[in-house]
């Protein structure tokens, strides 16, 4: 009898335990925060960083404005624009990349890209839709 009574007291204590203890809920917070101010965009991938003058066709842009790209927003729907994937550091460009804040260089107008020549077409999200030239 001494053993069906631990047996019931280890249940009860058991029982006691699983109520008593807190439900844990699963919930995932992610703050992106505000898209980066680059002056002609941001790459389309984290860490998000200023893409240089040339990456961006004129698509990208609105009134001199860049139109985002990434969690931020991606254009209309079914939005699709040219870059210049020679200008993106995961394709080899060691060039000048310009930092948050910066100002558009002189005769360097964002969307008015002289000469501009496409590589690829993105949606906005990083992904590659054709590799045509424009």
Same mark, same amino acid.
């Given at each position: 009898?001494n053993k069906f009574k631990y047996l019931v007291l280890a249940a009860v204590a058991g029982?006691?335990?699983?109520?008593?203890?807190?439900?844990?809920?699963?919930? /995932?917070? +992610?703050?992106? &925060? @505000?898209?980066?101010?680059? !002056?002609? =965009?941001?790459?389309?991938?984290?860490?998000?960083?200023?893409?240089?003058?040339?990456?961006?066709?004129?698509?990208?842009?609105?009134?001199? /404005?860049? +139109?985002?790209? &990434? @969690?931020?927003?991606?254009? !209309?729907? =079914?939005?699709?624009?040219?870059?210049?994937?020679?200008?993106?550091?995961?394709?080899?460009?060691?060039?000048?990349?310009?930092?948050?804040?910066?100002?558009?260089?002189? &005769?360097?107008?964002?969307?008015?890209?002289?000469?501009?020549?496409?590589?690829?077409t993105r949606d906005g999200r990083g992904h590659t839709v054709s590799s045509h030239p424009?």
């Amino acid at each position: 009898m001494n053993k069906f009574k631990y047996l019931v007291l280890a249940a009860v204590a058991g029982i006691c335990f699983a109520v008593a203890a807190p439900k844990a809920q699963a919930q /995932v917070t +992610i703050n992106i &925060g @505000p898209a980066p101010v680059c !002056p002609y =965009g941001y790459f389309d991938y984290a860490p998000y960083a200023c893409a240089p003058y040339g990456y961006y066709g004129p698509e990208w842009f609105v009134g001199g /404005v860049f +139109i985002g790209a &990434g @969690p931020w927003f991606h254009g !209309p729907a =079914g939005f699709h624009g040219h870059v210049n994937n020679r200008f993106d550091p995961h394709h080899g460009y060691k060039g000048h990349i310009p930092t948050r804040n910066e100002k558009p260089a002189a &005769g360097k107008r964002p969307g008015h890209v002289t000469n501009f020549k496409s590589n690829e077409t993105r949606d906005g999200r990083g992904h590659t839709v054709s590799s045509h030239p424009r």
